[in-house]
């Protein structure tokens, strides 16, 4: 029987679209199971055959879960404010907004066309108002709390205030930019301006002044990811890096609970280790050190305080505030030349570039408080602002960058004297030795020195023992148009929330999507956007008079605030009056599976962490925790093609003569080439772009051969594979087979179109099992053994594989089964029902409509996945080998019921060992219970 997957694809989508199959209740008995990809940002370009790979293992674990009866939520929705929408906005004049719904409707296509079980009446998107409502809302609630070191959880900025009222800051442990000092007395006699001052530096939203990454051509801060070598991502224009007043959250409140909250999650180790890495916790002392001449101090952060006999210089971040109070007039344009320099390495660069150092020298020095010598004290781009102080003390025989440092500065590397009262210049692994150059810490090992150290640096008055973590709190300003605006007004220079009645705080209309002539972001070209205090709505900014109407914040919030807490909202989409109810975010609570790309490590998994434990301080919701198990899915890969051009010509010269030229090497669209070849279609290269018109090629055997390479699948590397066009040839089915097929799950692997007729032919063999001819034939006749054993074997396999995520041997034994069935020309209906079954969540269109065949008029999705019988698995027969002085004679087959005994006495009686015998009685004789019989003689 032909089968035709275009008919029976189209079929089942409209089938499931109608009668929304997928469509998940709140209201149910069933336990829940909550399976989500990480959120999809739409772009212009459609999805390639490498984005659905994680989205289809997903969809096979909800769909299993079904079977297994539990209530699944599997939503879907969009991550639809960010640069790229805004960057095609400036470059076209069209409205984000439009260019999005473009490219949302066209990724719903192709999903839709590969079959994934979404609740799709659940979709949210960032960008609409009716969600970043809630984005502001959280925003709003964040403002209005301060973290409580004491209950180690946030809590309402009230509490702090009525602190304050009766306390001032006496017995305060807060979570804080600065230390301040004040009386009760001191905070009620204070100025309403003054007080909220005040209380900015305790919120969990604040404004401050931050070093980010400037981009002028782009008019945005960018993010760390968003920038490459100095250069933005999108564009490659230059960065730098500059002081602006900005929105911040303090995530860095969070560390030590981000840190604890990873040994609760089933994560892959590379990922938990990431984040550990990037909160960074270390315990030390902040040490003091006097800066000769002036007042200034140099505070540092060590985690060896040990060493600090042998601390020789220091040396400071170029933006450290310290720099310009303390450079000499003789070293100022010196200085200033190099902190020029460094505000074009981003400091991911800076971090990354190990090997080279580089400094200039302030022309100061601090004195050591243990040995009394001078230190002269440098910058240096090694030293980040944000990490500790902004300052390090160098000890050059205890750091490799110091010791870098130090060489190249012709710097004093003062001997070591260890534990062991041995004499070295450097030693860089002497994690177990101290830093010793008197007798105050001889003999000690290492943490008994350390403890002592900090003990006298106490006693000093210099410093005291500390934790510190790397994490710092992430800036939460962007000044681009396309994101969510942030709900403040500023009075008096002061930031002000918006009632909650006011929200959504709904993104202007603009004439042009860049910054305004004096520089503002977006926003400022605004007509209709300041704040009306007295009448409670948002009216044009003419009638600003900073009494009764006030300019709103221009800045909008950076791509991962909505991405921070969509899984929440899933939960209940269409609720006006809360994020979501309580109720609901209990019964869902964490999402059981969530899949996607390692990439997102640091940034989105962080940050969605930290708004989860917000959420639960302030007890909306009841996790701690956003994500219980986390898979990170490999890439498909793609086989890239390229041609070879003759340095200053346009010809182009084929792969196996290009060694004998000067050559570039080109990436070309893999859809020139000639069917499943590696020639290229010369005349339809030439016509590809305008620019390759006048090519002349140079050929070998008349023809001129590509070089292909795997990469990473990739519209700019013109590898990319259409899903459409693969669901066209070889249906969705197909696709999701194959896709599986390629590897385990967590590994890339490389795309090969011909590689999709061998599934294909599988899905044929699957179908024509239930048919005889053109004619639907199931037999209703009791099954044999032998067509159990082959059920209950897949049953067996494909349970183990789900659960332990590894689709790609479950669709080898389901080649395996069929083909079994197919020899044994099994049609019995109590086989092939629960085989459909089985399929489904990997093929499930082709599994309605035999499901459909069979009788059944409900979906195949909520039917109970079959339930294994070992019983069918046993064997009534063994087939021993024999082995007759290590080598395999023959085979016998006895039945599994018979004693080692009963087993040796039957194969030494066996006529065709008589032979091999000639009379001889065995030395020994060694039975494998239910494997193989070894004989020596």
Sequence with gaps: MFYDHQQIEKKWQKYWEDNQTYKTSNNTDKPKFYVLDMFPYPSGAGLHV????????????????????????????????????????????????????ENINRYEEQLKKIGFSFDWSREVRTSDASYYKWTQWIFIELYHSWYNKNTDKAESIQTLIQHFEEKGTEGLNANQNDEL??????????????????????????????????????????????????????????????????????????????????NTLDWPQPLKDAQEYWIGKSQGAQVQFQVEGHDEIVEVFTTRPDTIFGATFMVLAPENPLVEAITTEAQKVEVDTYIEETSKKTERDRMADVKNVSGAFTGSYAVNPFSGEKMPIYISDYVLMGYGTGAVMAVPAHDERDHRFAKKFNLTIKKVVDTDEDVQEKSFDSKDSVCVNSDFLNGLNYNDAKSKIIAEIENKGIG?????????????????????????????????????????????????????????????????????????????????????????????????????????????PNDQEVFVKKELADYWGQVDLYIGGSEHATG????????????????????????????????????????????????????????????????????????????????????????????????????????????????????????DDICEEYGADGLRLYEMFLGPLEQSKPWNTQGLSGVYGFLKKFWNLYFNGDTFEVSDEEPTKAEYKVLHTLIKKVVYDIENFSFNTSVSSFMIAVNELQKIKCNK?????????????????????????????????????????????????????????????????????LSAKEVEDLVISDEKMQPILEGKTPKKIIVVHHRIVNIVI
Excluded at 67 to 95: K, R
Excluded at 473 to 502: C, H, N
Excluded at 557 to 565: D, E, K, L
């Design 50 to 101: 490498g984005h659905p790979l994680g989205y289809i293992a997903s969809d096979i674990y909800a769909r299993y879960k079904r079977h297994q009866g539990f209530n699944v939520l599997h939503p879907v929705g969009y991550d639809s404010f960010g640069l790229p929408a805004e960057q095609y906005a400036i470059q076209t004049g069209q409205h984000p907004a439009v260019t999005t719904e």
């Design 181 to 262: 000092s004040f009386t009760a007395e001191e905070w009620k006699n204070a100025s309403d301006i003054d007080k909220e001052d005040i209380l900015l530096n305790y919120r969990l939203a604040y404004r401050a002044e931050t070093t980010v990454n400037w981009c002028p051509a782009l008019g945005t801060v960018l993010a760390n990811d968003e920038v490459k070598d100095g250069k933005s991502e999108r564009g490659g224009f230059p960065v730098f890096q500059k002081k602006m007043m900005q929105w911040s959250m303090r995530i860095s409140a969070y560390s030590e609970r981000l840190l604890q909250g990873l």
């Design 464 to 572: 005291h023992g500390t934790t510190n973590y790397r994490q710092r709190d992430a800036i939460f300003s962007r000044q681009r148009y396309w994101g969510e605006p942030v709900p403040i007004y500023y009075k008096e220079g002061m930031p002000y929330t918006l009632p909650v009645s006011a929200l959504p705080l709904e993104l202007p209309e603009v004439e042009k999507y860049l910054p305004t002539e004096d520089g503002d972001p977006p926003l400022g070209n605004a007509k209709v956007f300041a704040w009306d205090e007295e009448n409670q709505k948002v009216v044009s900014t003419d009638l600003i008079d900073d009494k009764t109407i006030f300019p709103l914040e221009l800045s909008t919030m950076p791509g991962w605030a909505g991405s921070s807490w969509y899984f929440l909202r899933y939960m209940d």
């Design 604 to 723: 989105h998994l962080l940050y969605s962490r930290f708004w989860n434990m917000f959420l639960k301080d302030r007890a909306y919701i009841t996790h701690d925790e956003p994500f219980q198990k986390l898979i990170n899915q490999g890439m498909i890969l793609g086989m890239s093609a390229f041609v070879y051009r003759i340095d200053g010509t346009n010809q182009y010269v084929s792969k196996n003569l290009a060694k004998d030229h000067q050559t570039q090497k080109i990436h070309v669209d893999v859809s020139l080439l000639k069917g499943t070849s590696d020639e290229l279609d010369t005349e339809a290269f030439k016509a590809w772009r305008p620019d390759y018109a006048e090519a002349e090629f140079i050929l070998e055997d008349g023809k001129y051969i590509t070089d292909r390479e795997v990469e990473k699948m990739s519209k700019s590397k013109y590898n990319v594979v259409n899903p």
């Design 829 to 897: 209906r109590n086989i092939l029902e629960p085989l459909a079954v089985i399929i489904s969540p990997y093929a499930p269109h082709i599994c309605e409509e035999l499901w459909s065949l069979l009788g059944h008029k409900e979906s195949v999705e909520f039917e109970k996945f079959p339930v294994l019988n070992e019983e069918y698995l046993v064997e009534d027969e063994i087939e021993y080998p024999v082995s007759v002085n290590g080598k395999m004679k023959f085979k016998i087959s006895l039945s599994a019921q």
